[in-house]
């Protein structure tokens, strides 16, 4: 009788290609998940706990975890002796490559509603635009977190949490309350031009100033007429 290993070795090398894939997956069968994930897209994992959406703009994953000394590092190279979450990295709507349909997308309408009413009546912010935002930078992740370190659901850098007296940026309300008020800092800024003040919560007010109107990044202005689609969307409920 021909031995397995003797008949592998007598097909041809796509075919031992294919073959060997097929035994991959059947291995690996037990322990990788299919998950689909609310914007539609499927993700194919066997990191436990992933079922949540992690911000995201990037198609490469990012591994969080603690080195040795017990600080937390990023890398791009899956650690080999410790513990990790995988991420994605930066906000969930900037990628200009992003193939999810924003017109059709599921919205997140029932998430924080107390939260962002009362956020945005205190700063009189269309709470339509507050709830964009919020899909945009961290598709309602409330643990988001970005190598650069911007945090949770409005993706707060730490120097701007500080500004806003955001004391815990990873807690919803705080955040919530700190990004709106820094939306509604930008829409003061900007006389209430809601393209132009997206465009600076994304890029930095400076940037807007610099180039007189949207900055010429392809992150941005991806970031800035998709929040225009999910801002009329929210604001159609």
Request: aromatic share 8%.
């Amino acid at each position: 009788m021909t031995s397995n290993h003797g008949l592998l070795a007598q097909l041809p090398a796509t075919l031992m290609l294919v073959v060997s894939m097929m035994m991959t997956t059947t291995t690996l069968a037990d322990s990788v998940r299919r998950i689909v994930h609310p914007d539609g897209s499927v993700e194919f994992t066997n990191v436990r706990g992933s079922q949540e959406r992690k911000a995201s703009t990037r198609s490469e994953v990012v591994y969080r975890y603690q080195d040795q000394n017990g600080v937390v590092s990023f890398s791009g190279e899956r650690p080999e002796a410790a513990s990790y979450d995988v991420i994605r990295f930066h906000c969930f709507a900037c990628n200009p490559s992003s193939t999810v349909n924003w017109l059709t997308t599921p919205l997140y309408r029932s998430p924080y509603q107390q939260e962002i009413r009362a956020a945005a009546r205190e700063h009189d912010v269309d709470p339509a635009l507050v709830r964009a935002v919020i899909h945009a930078e961290s598709a309602f992740n409330p643990k988001a977190l970005s190598p650069k370190g911007a945090q949770g659901l409005m993706q707060l850098m730490p120097g701007t949490a500080r500004d806003l007296e955001v004391g815990n940026a990873m807690d919803a309300a705080e955040n919530i309350r700190g990004g709106v008020q820094y939306l509604a800092w930008m829409l003061k800024r900007f006389d209430d031009d809601v393209t132009l003040a997206t465009a600076a919560y994304n890029a930095g007010p400076g940037a807007v100033e610099r180039y007189g109107g949207i900055p010429p990044y392809a992150e941005t202005q991806a970031y800035v007429e998709r929040v225009g689609i999910l801002h009329r969307r929210y604001g159609g409920f």
